[in-house]
């Protein structure tokens, strides 16, 4: 049962969250040293003003407690939740000042975006955006694609037993060696190196195409990053569409891909073992769901004139296919056409695609792959079951960097989860509906939120109803974190500060 908070958990949780914030006063040196670079006086100004808010905000909350402690479960789901909220906020302070954002709330909509690497924005004349906060917008794709905890833990920042319990609290389980220092050092060697090679073939793609070579490097090195960490950012406000370039598009999709599967899978290929990631659940699950849903959207784009011809067709669904379900929210076609000119199923497909999601472990957002492919084994055991004899006991299996046998327990998981985000995807669409919207963009918009897919037909934009963007706000925090770290520290505040609520041992 729920224990309600005490002074000393108060304390520990604030020493923890106290050294997260001031670790994460490394994603704002990044931008500085950008803006030092290019002369931008402005936003040094601005980024050195935020640092030395954060350093103090972190200081301050190292110091409920100095003594080192081991987290328990209840403590490290509190430590990160909050963190993801704390961090938002004050990335919300420089962004906010550029003069880029109507109101305090479009800038924390955007670093909420960025955090959770959903990638709508509600960015004012984004094409003249500074270099500074550029950088910076990708910046918070990188800490939140990768993940805070497993960030601050290849970093050595926590110890081994403190470390295991902020990333399991963080959404993940699977750990690509036994040892969690070295998972989180493998998965960040592993991100940094896709997103360098990507990189220097994109700025050349630049170059050939005739952006001015700094321009194209910078530019090439945030589409790397956006597009690996499944966040959907990008520095011109056309997005992929800006640069006409089928071969990027194709790099592009090939990042979204990799980002999109289970780092553990990455693992067992470069170790070799490249058989698992043929075997694997996941990936069988994907690429059935992605052939069926794919096909679909074939046939729903063929009645339309716009994408009757099959290069067009290949070329626009192919990469919007690939785009929703890595949850990245690149477009290569524009809100008009995809709320105009794509059918009503090829619509839905769409949603449904981002809805599902990539892989567990991964950078991508939805209810993921492994659920759905463990729901779908516990039917067919429910399907044995129901025609075995009465004295047959019947046992289901699947890899996943192994044999594994379905259980009730992760069955339960997979069911609790995949509910929670249909409750979401629901209320969102309902929330969007009362606020006048029709109901079909209002339940893609709703999918894009809480999925951390980022397409989107136009309702999240600067100007929205401020409830509206609070609770798209609240759906992206929720998606990102799986729903459990988000809702269980709402219940233990809840219970911390009602009195008339008695915690029981469980």
Not at 153 to 159: E, M, R, V, Y
Request: aromatic share 10%; hydrophobic share 55%.
């Amino acid at each position: 049962m729920w224990q309600r908070f005490t002074l000393y958990d108060i304390r520990v949780i604030g020493h923890y969250l106290g050294t997260l914030i001031l670790f994460s006063a490394l994603a704002l040196v990044p931008p500085l040293i950008t803006a030092l670079a290019f002369g931008e006086w402005e936003p040094a100004s601005r980024y050195a003003l935020s640092i030395g808010i954060t350093v103090i905000i972190g200081a301050c909350l190292r110091f409920l407690r100095i003594e080192p402690s081991r987290l328990n479960r209840q403590q490290a789901l509190a430590v990160t939740g909050l963190a993801w909220i704390v961090l938002a906020f004050i990335a919300a302070i420089p962004l906010y000042f550029s003069g880029h954002y109507a109101v305090y709330l479009d800038a924390l909509f955007d670093a909420v975006s960025g955090l959770t690497t959903t990638g709508a924005s509600v960015v004012l004349d984004l094409d003249h955006l500074s270099y500074a906060d550029n950088m910076f917008r990708f910046m918070l794709h990188l800490l939140g694609g990768l993940g805070l905890i497993v960030v601050a833990l290849s970093f050595g920042l926590f110890g081994k037993r403190v470390g295991a319990s902020l990333y399991a609290s963080e959404g993940r389980s699977e750990h690509v060696v036994p040892n969690v220092v070295q998972t989180t050092r493998f998965i960040s060697k592993i991100a940094l190196g896709i997103i360098l090679v990507a990189t220097a073939i994109v700025t050349v793609l630049c170059l050939f195409a005739g952006i001015e070579p700094v321009r194209a490097t910078m530019q090439s090195l945030w589409l790397s990053i956006s597009a690996f960490t499944t966040g959907g950012f990008a520095p011109m406000s056309q997005s992929v569409m800006y640069y006409h370039s089928f071969p990027m598009e194709v790099v592009l999709m090939v990042l979204m891909v990799l980002g999109a599967i289970n780092f553990v899978i990455h693992a067992e290929v470069w170790n070799g073992r490249v058989e698992m990631f043929f075997r694997d659940i996941e990936v069988r699950t994907m690429v059935i769901w992605l052939g069926i849903m794919t096909c679909v959207l074939a046939a729903s784009l063929s009645a339309s004139l716009a994408f009757s011809d099959l290069p067009a067709m290949l070329r626009r669904g192919v990469f919007m296919v690939i785009s929703a379900f890595s949850t990245t929210g690149f477009q290569n076609i524009t809100t008009n056409q995809l709320t105009v000119v794509f059918s009503s199923g090829a619509f839905l497909a769409i949603a449904l695609i981002m809805a599902v999601g990539g892989a567990s472990g991964s950078t991508s957002g939805g209810v993921k792959f492994s659920r759905v492919g463990v729901i779908f084994k516990s039917i067919v055991a429910t399907i044995k079951e129901a025609l075995a004899p009465d004295s047959a006991r019947v046992a289901v299996a699947y890899s996943h960097v192994g044999r594994r046998m379905l259980s009730p327990v992760i069955v339960k998981e997979a069911m609790t989860v995949f509910i929670l985000y249909v409750i979401t995807y629901t209320v969102g669409a309902l929330v969007g509906i009362a606020h006048g919207y029709g109901a079909t963009q209002a339940i893609f918009e709703s999918v894009a939120m809480a999925s951390n897919g980022g397409v989107t037909t136009g309702l999240a934009t600067a100007g929205m109803p401020m409830s509206l963007e609070l609770f798209y706000i609240f759906q992206m925090w929720a998606g990102r974190l799986e729903f459990v770290t988000l809702l269980a520290l709402l219940v233990e505040i809840v219970v911390s500060f009602n009195p008339r609520r008695r915690a029981k041992q469980s």
